[in-house]
């Protein structure tokens, strides 16, 4: 685990999130849902964002995710701004560096655990039978090796979401995003999927910054940033 203090000026940041703005407009009126956010993330931490419901956190996340564009500010990634890229090079980026959990898993219901596991890098162009091989390990990692030939509508909400992990995880990303991954699961099942998501932090070094309202899990993070009325309280 990477315990590096931002002080340290030889450090440079995997994410640095640069006087973020995002402005929305609505017949005429303007709200100003970020204000001017700015923290850095290295490699290997584990960031939560958490705040009232409605203060601009996923917001924060689709920005860092490159799901949407800031009104002004920049996401620089080893960097380089990732919104001087072409749209090509943004879809390249997060095929092969992100990793991306929702709160609902939008798994595709007609393919099964180990075809919904596959599809990033399918869509990639990979190699089926060699990606069948990687996503059968994923989700033996996850507990799922007897789950494989399942649908979702034959699985669990847990096993559902432990699906969409291993999923986010098929092109190995530096970067894991996740918004409200427990949020729509019983408490139980969600601290073994937060568990889950650790120890994959722990094990693989990789970045994890996720959204939640859960003040347990919050406090197992590295890192917690908090949005209220727009700005940052660290």
Do not use: C, W
């Not at 409605?54 to 996340?61: Q, R």
């Not at 069948?132 to 507990?143: H, N, P, R």
């Not at 120890?199 to 993070?221: D, G, R, S, Y």
Request: without cysteine; positive net charge.
């Amino acid at each position: 685990m990477n315990n590096i203090s931002y002080a340290d000026k030889s450090v440079k940041p995997l994410l640095k999130i640069d006087n973020l703005i995002k402005t929305f407009v609505n017949n005429g009126s303007k709200t100003e849902v970020l204000k001017s956010i700015s923290f850095n993330i290295n490699k290997g931490d584990r960031y939560a964002i958490t705040g009232p419901s409605g203060a601009g956190k996923s917001t924060l996340l689709n920005i860092i995710g490159t799901l949407d564009k800031p009104s002004s500010g920049m996401v620089l990634y080893r960097n380089t701004n990732l919104f001087s890229y072409s749209q090509k090079k943004l879809a390249e980026f997060r095929n092969n560096k992100l990793g991306f959990i929702f709160q609902f898993h939008h798994l595709l219901p007609e393919f099964n655990a180990l075809e919904n596991t596959i599809m990033p890098a399918l869509i990639a162009g990979k190699n089926k039978s060699s990606m069948e091989e990687k996503g059968f390990q994923l989700l033996k990692k996850m507990g799922l090796q007897k789950r494989i030939t399942h649908k979702p509508g034959e699985m669990s909400g847990g096993e559902q979401q432990r699906v969409a992990v291993a999923r986010a995880l098929i092109m190995e990303p530096e970067i894991v995003l996740a918004d409200e991954p427990t949020g729509n699961l019983d408490m139980q099942t969600g601290r073994e999927v937060f568990d889950l998501l650790l120890e994959l932090n722990n094990e693989l070094e990789i970045t994890l910054i996720i959204v939640t309202h859960n003040k347990e899990f919050a406090l197992k993070m590295s890192k917690r940033i908090v949005i209220e009325d727009g700005k940052t309280k660290i």
